[in-house]
């Protein structure tokens, strides 16, 4: 199973959404998890895994992780080639190494990563940002260039998206 965590802020809340999915290329997800939190850190640039791990990890407890399972993360898995990990670094770090974490990230960070791919979809000009841990950036890129939807955003990214933002 797939399973593609995001969340929204509402003031001192956040919303936490996971879309569950069988295939890469899966059209619609199998299960929808969600939950409302308090804040737990405020925005930090550099850092913004520490106001949304602590999301993902509560939500994580309502799932039973299998050995296969994947999770995507809305972020980045590393940021850089000095070893600076992103939200889903910390993510792969907190489920002690055990499932491969997967970032795709709408908007570019500054900075040299060998481990980051660019993904091109539908159209669009502009890329999405591949990282991973656990797994081959270079083979989990081309699983989310053929993702489901003929826009940038992957069908069900979207319908993540658009899942967090509903009070």
Request: proline content about 2%; overall charge neutral; aromatic content about 10%.
């Amino acid at each position: 199973m797939i399973y593609a965590f995001d969340s929204y802020y509402f003031g001192d809340r956040a919303k936490t959404v996971c879309i569950a999915f069988e295939n890469w290329d899966s059209e619609t997800e199998a299960k929808i998890f969600t939950q409302t939190t308090a804040v737990a850190a405020n925005y930090e640039s550099g850092a913004f895994y520490k106001r949304e791990l602590p999301c993902i990890l509560s939500l994580l407890r309502s799932i039973e992780l299998k050995k296969d399972d994947l999770i995507i993360v809305d972020g980045y898995v590393t940021l850089d080639n000095t070893g600076k990990i992103g939200l889903g670094g910390h993510l792969f770090e907190s489920l002690e190494r055990k499932f491969t974490v997967v970032g795709i990230a709408k908007n570019g960070f500054n900075s040299e990563d060998d481990q980051r791919r660019n993904v091109y979809r539908g159209e669009s000009k502009t890329p999405l940002f591949v990282t991973a841990i656990g797994a081959d950036v270079d083979e989990i890129t081309l699983r989310v260039e053929k993702m489901h939807g003929k826009f940038r955003i992957p069908t069900l990214l979207k319908k993540l998206d658009q899942l967090t933002r509903i009070k």
